[in-house]
């Protein structure tokens, strides 16, 4: 059975939801919308729609029963709201679009490619938002991502290569906050033997200072003595070093 399919539109990714094929497409570089379309890969027709307001539709991620996709040249992913798309996160920093090969999934984790980094959309808890973290590093431009059940592999057009599960560091910058604090505070559920966590401060929007961290291994959270001197507003910096699986960061005054 073929689609018949308008002619305005080209396609440029292929998704699944349940049995229907998602078709992503785009109309050209200078039109600012595009469309989804829905088949059921028997009709003649597509059985539904959605107009995205991005140029294209670049990459279908699959998730847990969520299926997210990239769309424009911005790194803003959508998922799948059943019946259109809709806004989730956009990649901090990146400004190109996701190819339509660089995506898999790994224990748990929808994974996607950009350039040479390999980023996760994860919630460890259905009570949380879901996160989007720059997980592992390749050696060169990713063209195309696939993954086994424990090892994950990437093409970088001529070779293809294994990157290993270790972990890379981490950086999490916080949102600012207003108001006086005298510590930051990560809480977290587990840390693997020699990880660790790195805390700085940035007051009132000047140079980070790095802080002399503690680790309280009852209560699972890292934390500095405060001596913050006065000031208006506090914005932290996060740095994970190899597994750490952390719950929170709490500003606490």
């Not at 998922?79 to 090969?101: D, E, F, P, R």
């Not at 390749?138 to 059940?149: E, V």
């Not at 977290?188 to 805390?199: F, H, P």
Request: glycine share 12%; net charge neutral.
């Amino acid at each position: 059975m073929f689609l018949m399919f308008p002619k305005t539109f080209t396609i440029t990714a292929l998704g699944q939801t349940s049995d229907d094929l998602m078709i992503g497409t785009t109309i050209g570089a200078n039109v600012g919308w595009c469309k989804i379309f829905g088949w059921n890969r028997i009709s003649p027709s597509w059985t539904f729609e959605d107009v995205i307001p991005e140029v294209s539709v670049n990459c279908f991620i699959q998730g847990d029963n969520i299926i997210f996709f990239q769309a424009g040249g911005v790194g803003q992913i959508y998922y799948w709201s059943g019946s259109q798309g809709v806004k989730l996160k956009k990649i901090k920093g990146v400004t190109t679009a996701i190819n339509s090969y660089n995506a898999t999934e790994l224990a748990g984790k929808s994974l996607f490619a950009v350039g040479t980094k390999v980023y996760s959309i994860h919630r460890e808890d259905s009570s949380l938002p879901y996160a989007v973290a720059g997980e592992y590093t390749a050696g060169g431009t990713i063209k195309s991502l696939g993954a086994s059940a424990t090892q994950i592999f990437v093409s970088g057009g001529s070779v293809i290569a294994k990157i290993g599960t270790t972990y890379a560091t981490a950086v999490i910058e916080t949102p600012t906050g207003d108001g006086k604090y005298r510590t930051v505070e990560v809480s977290y559920r587990s840390i693997a033997s020699g990880a660790t966590i790195g805390i700085e401060t940035s007051i009132d929007d000047e140079a980070y200072v790095t802080q002399t961290v503690k680790v309280d291994e009852i209560n699972k959270k890292a934390y500095f003595d405060g001596g913050l001197v006065n000031h208006s507003a506090l914005q932290a910096k996060i740095t994970l070093t190899g597994l750490v699986n952390i719950k929170s960061i709490n500003f606490n005054g």
